[in-house]
Every structure is written in structure tokens, then in C-alpha cells.
């Protein structure tokens, strides 16, 4: 469906001799065309030579494209112009013969006029649509969403708003889900054809069909997604992020890579307020309100944590709070003085570091923590350390 033509060629002359029956002998004519290549809109100009003879016989060229008709401009020299709104492909000139006893005869040439396709790529923006909800296009201000809300995601084509001297739109959706902390954990791609309205249902479907079948890729469209595209969202983690991307298809639309010519937008997904997590973690204790009652800590503290999350950004509050063990050999390993049960106010660094979208592991942590502390048969106290851990 598609070629490439050079500018030398197109400008190029096709020719054809035909042989043609009169009564008293056989003429052969030539017919040409000024160029290899059309596109919808160009002009067809249409010449014929053949040697005169004594007997009125007139010779008419026919353009087999329907609504067009060839205008004589001067002695078999012919024009005309080729609808915006044309099939692409190979349209043969005939020759329509009235000789001199008033037979009118039809000659079919092997002269053609090729019709390709317009290749220019329309500015997405222009006719791509994300609703009903719109997304931000930062991923740092994503429009959070419910669930359902995310079901009802839709990409709407504005189809009237294609040029009409443009042709097929070959076009990739793409969505992304990202982890809280932006890494990407699944991709899908659908490919959609799109192209101007003609009018004609009738033409209309049949343009889809030929668009459709042209590439396997675009095989399992439906005619419905020339108008809207479901995205079909479901199954998301709580607070991922669905990054939407639409752009051609570079693979099919001829011309350079326009990175600026796509549409993306960023949603995010809506979890509960309240999150639970455990952590495993390496105090190191800076301060003892107990002293004198001296005691040796472990290296480890595990904590059920609990944490507030945000609405808008989906972030976890950088303050949490846990409950658990603290200064143990191991996780279990609770002893008389050595390691007890606490709580745990802990202010995560790393976690302050994420809201300002720096981007660092997502199940570290590091800070400041104060443990109101209760060892094995030692005095309670209230504890300062520095802490770097592991979410789980």
C-alpha cells in the first residue's frame, strides 16, 4: 500500500501504445501521463499522438476513477484533478473510439494512474483524547484515581479532525504500570489504525478493512476502536502508577522520530490511608535515658509498622510508627539483658528523599528513631538511635 517514490521518478513520463482497429486499416496511439505517482489532489495530465488519417475519427482517454472526468485543454492534451477522497492504487486509461461509420469502441490501455497514499503524520494532539478523567502529564502531579475510576478509563478519537490530505494514522497506545518508587513493572502495547472520516459508512468500512489487514499487527482491530479505545485497567497495585503513551507508529509511518509529536499522561491508583509493614532493621543507639543501668545491645530490631499515606502523592508519611523487638542477636533472640520489646517513632530519611521523587530503593530505609524501650528484668528508658533497615 505504501512506496517510496523518489522526486526524480515521480516527475518521471509513462507511456503506452495502443493498437487500434479503423475501417481501413490499424493505427497505433500513444498515451501518457506526466508522472509516475499521484496523490489525492494532484493534477493528471493526459496527452495522446497517434498518425492522422483521412477518416474523422475522434479518440477520447476515460480516467477510470469515479466522479472524475478528463477536460480537454488543448489537441489531445487532457486534465484532471484527482479526488481528495480516493482509493489508493493502479487506475487504467481507456480509450473511447468513434470512427467514421459511428462505431463507438472501448480500448483498455496498459496505461495507469498509480494513486499512493498521503504519508504525512498528523499531530497527535489534535485528534486524541484521554477521559473522562485527564491525566497529568508530570508523574510527579499523577491524578489519582479509585479503581473504578481506572476502569473507566478510554482513549476517544476525534476523527474529523484529521486533515483530509492526510492519510491512515498507524498509532501505538502504551501503558506502563510503575511501583511506588517508579520502577516499571508491566507493559502492554495495542496498535489502532485511525484515519479522516469519508462520509460513507459503506467506504468508510472498507478503508478500515484494507487498513486493518495491511500489517498483521493491526489484525485483531475492531472497527468500534477507530471511534474509542478501552483501556481495560484491572488488577493494579495499591498507589502504582498507570503512565498512558500515544504515538505513531514508527515502524509503518514513514519520516523521522517526532518525540514531541505523542500524548502521555499519568494516573495514579488509589490505595487504603493506612498501610501495616515489617521491618528489619540495625539500630544504633545514640542515647540512653538509663545509663547508669547499663546494658549491651544487639544489632538487629524487627517492627510491625504502621504508616499514613497520602492522597495526593501516595507516598507514605515520612513518620511512622511500629511496635516490636529491639537490640536483639536475631529477630527472636530476646535475653536477659541483652534486647527487650518497644515502640518506635521513626522519622525515614529515605522516605523524605522519595516525596522529593529522588529515586532510591523502594524497600530501604534509613533515620532517626525514639524507642520507649523495655528490656529483660532492666529499667525501661527511653532510647535515640540512628536506624537503617529493610521493608518488607
Not at 512506496?3 to 501518457?32: G, H, N, W, Y
Request: include cysteine; proline fraction near 5%.
Amino acid at each position: 500500500m505504501f512506496c517510496f517514490v523518489s522526486a526524480m521518478s515521480a516527475q518521471a513520463e509513462q507511456k503506452s501504445t495502443v493498437l487500434i482497429r479503423l475501417p481501413l486499416e490499424d493505427k497505433s496511439v500513444i498515451i501518457s501521463v506526466d508522472k509516475m505517482v499521484y496523490f489525492p489532489g494532484d493534477t493528471v495530465h493526459v496527452s495522446t499522438t497517434w498518425d492522422d488519417t483521412e477518416a474523422k475519427v475522434y479518440i477520447t482517454p476515460i480516467l477510470t476513477i469515479e466522479g472524475t472526468t478528463l477536460d480537454s485543454i488543448a489537441p489531445n492534451e487532457y486534465i484532471a484533478v484527482i479526488p481528495r477522497v480516493v482509493t489508493p492504487g493502479s487506475y487504467r486509461i481507456h480509450l473511447n473510439v468513434l470512427d467514421s461509420r459511428g462505431r463507438r469502441l472501448v480500448y483498455e490501455t496498459d496505461c495507469v494512474v498509480v494513486i499512493d497514499e498521503n504519508q504525512d503524520i498528523e499531530r497527535i494532539e489534535d485528534y486524541v483524547f484521554v477521559g473522562p478523567e485527564d491525566g497529568s502529564i508530570d508523574l510527579r502531579h499523577a491524578v489519582t484515581l479509585s479503581r473504578d475510576q481506572m476502569r473507566k478509563l478510554r482513549v476517544d478519537f476525534k476523527r474529523e479532525r484529521i486533515q483530509d490530505n492526510m492519510g491512515p494514522q498507524y498509532l501505538t497506545i502504551k501503558t506502563s504500570i510503575l511501583s511506588r518508587n517508579g520502577t516499571v513493572t508491566a507493559t502492554f502495547e495495542r496498535r489502532i489504525v485511525i484515519f479522516r472520516y469519508t462520509g460513507d459508512p459503506t467506504r468508510d468500512m472498507e478503508m478500515f478493512l484494507r487498513y486493518r489487514t495491511a500489517y498483521g499487527a493491526y489484525a485483531v482491530i475492531h472497527p468500534e476502536e477507530t471511534e474509542r479505545v478501552r483501556l481495560l485497567l484491572d488488577s493494579l497495585p495499591n498507589w502504582s502508577v498507570v503512565k498512558l503513551c500515544i504515538e505513531p507508529d514508527y515502524v509503518i509511518n514513514i519520516g523521522a522520530v517526532d518525540q514531541s509529536n505523542s500524548v502521555t499522561r499519568y494516573y495514579r491508583v488509589k490505595g487504603p490511608s493506612f498501610e501495616m509493614g515489617f521491618t528489619l532493621g540495625v539500630p544504633k543507639v545514640l542515647y540512653d535515658t538509663q545509663a547508669k543501668d547499663s546494658m549491651e545491645y544487639g544489632k538487629t530490631s524487627a517492627m510491625l509498622r504502621f504508616y499514613y499515606v497520602s492522597s495526593v502523592s501516595g507516598h507514605r508519611f515520612p513518620v511512622s510508627f511500629g511496635i516490636g523487638t529491639f537490640g536483639v542477636n536475631s529477630p527472636i533472640d530476646v535475653d536477659k539483658g541483652q534486647g527487650g520489646f518497644a515502640a518506635s517513632f521513626f522519622l525515614d530519611v529515605i522516605e523524605l528523599a522519595r516525596r522529593l521523587n529522588w529515586n532510591i530503593g523502594g524497600k530501604a530505609s534509613a533515620g532517626l528513631e525514639l524507642t520507649p524501650f523495655i528490656p529483660i528484668k532492666k529499667r525501661s528508658r527511653i532510647l535515640f538511635d540512628a536506624h537503617v533497615g529493610l521493608t518488607l
